[in-house]
């Protein structure tokens, strides 16, 4: 039986892909796109924008995990009150900016987050510390690529490193050595 999503702190959008509007409470937006699908939400979010806000400063950056962290770099050194982070990719790249995003102080109210894929999901060992990224589900078992234990998918994910929670399935039944 898996825990209510609500109270694990799993975000909803990590489990289905969600498509929310464009944040145009704000007044200064970065968007940024993860892949060709992302890409295609971030022109529909800059279209909503430039629509519905009198004030259309917004900047959109495509790319991957390094180009995505120097762009919210970026952009944090000129934000402003009513600066607001919209992302949009696959729901593993969009937890590690939200990582990345939390720790330079952007709250999760800032923050607007469109999953287009949630199949794969980066699982952090709590044995080894390594982290392995695979499709699977959350209370499934993968092998973890630095340890070889089995690792039960937990209903956690870490706002500080961006990944799920990863535990030793049959760690009970392990014999202390």
């Known amino acids: 039986m898996s825990p209510a999503l609500e109270l694990t702190s799993v975000p909803e959008w990590a489990i289905t ?7 145009t409470t704000g007044r200064w937006w970065t968007i940024i796109a993860f892949g060709p699908t992302g890409g295609e939400v971030a022109r529909r979010w800059a279209a909503q924008i430039g629509r519905e ?5 917004y900047e959109v950056a495509v790319g ?3 180009r ?4 919210l770099v970026g952009a944090l050194a000129d934000a ?4 607001r982070l919209m992302m949009a990719g696959p729901a593993d790249a969009c937890l590690r900016l939200r990582a990345a995003a ?14 287009t894929d949630v199949r794969v999901r980066a699982v952090h060992c709590v044995h080894c510390r390594t982290v392995t990224t695979a499709a699977v589900e959350l209370s499934e078992v993968l092998p973890c690529s630095g340890c070889g234990r089995n690792l039960l998918v937990y209903y956690h994910v870490s706002r500080r490193q961006g990944a799920h929670l990863g ?4 760690a009970e039944e392990q014999s202390a050595s």
């Open 53 to 57: 806000s009198a004030v259309r400063s």
């Open 17 to 23: 892909p969600t498509m929310p509007g464009a944040d």
């Open 68 to 71: 995505a962290r120097a762009a």
């Open 80 to 83: 402003r009150v009513g600066w």
């Open 102 to 115: 939390v720790a330079l102080g952007v709250a999760d109210d800032e923050i607007t987050v469109a999953s």
């Open 167 to 170: 535990c030793m399935v049959d």
């Open 64 to 66: 991957d995990d390094e």
